[in-house]
């Protein structure tokens, strides 16, 4: 029960434990154990608090699951901020029912069938600011949030990782603000690698955290993430980023159905690249001839359907 995750934390925290154990999510490997510091946990609430600008009439709302970077930092929030947290169990809509929270923490995946739902949609936009984590945001979802409809709410976009204690860049989404760029904590600092992935330094570690987001870097030091390197497909002696693919598709088609791009042997390429959608996908390879403008490789060579996919406990697909 997720309640009860956050009553055990709750409880170490406020006798005075300094050190937590948690479980990455796995969506790039097996998943590990790292301790956290609580020192470091109140070092990433107090950046946030300088963005969110928490008030004493706010009230979170933690609806992901407790036992994970991203729900245990609401609680390290609520606790530094001292304000009140309502604790839901993890569920793919928790705006079905009315909630008095003002500041609330989403996956792209909880938003889509929010924004789907018109009395869920009506109880969410009361919300004054959303951290969205977990995963990438889809042009047709990322447009909804633009919407004059939600002119009192503020969403942020975030970057981050368990080993960064929950992210360590946002970008907002709407607002005076908005852009298309993360902008890192003003003591984290990112480069690039050879590799154009990105090079994390966190001000409480000497080493540098190598990752393998593929990034654009401005002069500023803001970034956008286009994509991970060990996703890399290599068909025909040619490399191919599924996540460009999947987001020209996602640009030009708009489909309603969960897919990625992803790939199997082939004699002939090494490796082919194939679509992967859930039930129900409306569209076929001839309307993917439009991906020929991108590289004549990118078309996929087959559509494959499947039931539903595997997800991780923060909602993102498990890549094949």
Not at 117 to 141: C, M, N, Q, W
Not at 204 to 211: G, N
Not at 286 to 300: E, G, H, M, Q, R
């Amino acid at each position: 029960m997720n309640s009860d995750i956050a009553k055990h934390f709750i409880a170490q925290w406020q006798k005075g434990d300094t050190t937590f154990t948690i479980t990455t999510s796995g969506s790039t490997g097996i998943p590990k154990a790292i301790e956290l510091q609580k020192r470091i946990m109140q070092w990433s609430a107090a950046h946030t608090a300088s963005i969110i600008q928490p008030t004493a009439e706010d009230t979170l709302l933690c609806c992901i699951p407790c036992n994970k970077v991203g729900g245990l930092m609401m609680l390290v929030r609520a606790l530094e901020w001292q304000i009140p947290v309502e604790i839901l169990e993890p569920m793919a809509n928790p705006f079905l029912d009315e909630r008095n929270a003002s500041i609330v923490s989403l996956t792209p995946y909880q938003l889509f069938y929010i924004l789907n739902d018109e009395v869920s949609t009506e109880h969410f936009k009361k919300v004054r600011a959303v951290i969205i984590g977990g995963g990438e945001l889809s042009p047709a979802l990322e447009n909804k949030l633009t919407s004059q409809y939600f002119e009192s709410t503020i969403f942020y976009h975030s970057y981050g990782m368990t080993e960064t204690y929950s992210h360590i860049a946002l970008r907002a989404i709407n607002g005076l603000h908005a852009s298309t760029y993360f902008t890192p904590f003003s003591d984290v600092k990112i480069s690039m690698d050879e590799n154009n992935c990105a090079v994390i330094q966190l001000p409480f570690e000497l080493d540098a955290l190598h990752t393998t987001d593929l990034i654009q870097l401005q002069s500023n030091g803001d970034f956008e993430i286009t994509g991970r390197a060990d996703f890399i497909i290599n068909t025909g002696g040619v490399k191919i980023q599924p996540e460009l693919i999947e987001k020209a598709i996602k640009e030009k088609l708009n489909p309603q159905n969960a897919f990625i791009i992803s790939s199997e042997k082939d004699e002939a390429l090494g490796h082919k690249l194939i679509l992967i959608a859930e039930k129900n996908f409306e569209y076929n390879l001839s309307d993917l001839n439009f991906l020929k403008s991108i590289n004549t490789y990118a078309v996929p060579k087959e559509i494959r359907i499947i039931e539903t996919f595997d997800r991780n406990a923060s909602d993102k697909i498990v890549r094949f």
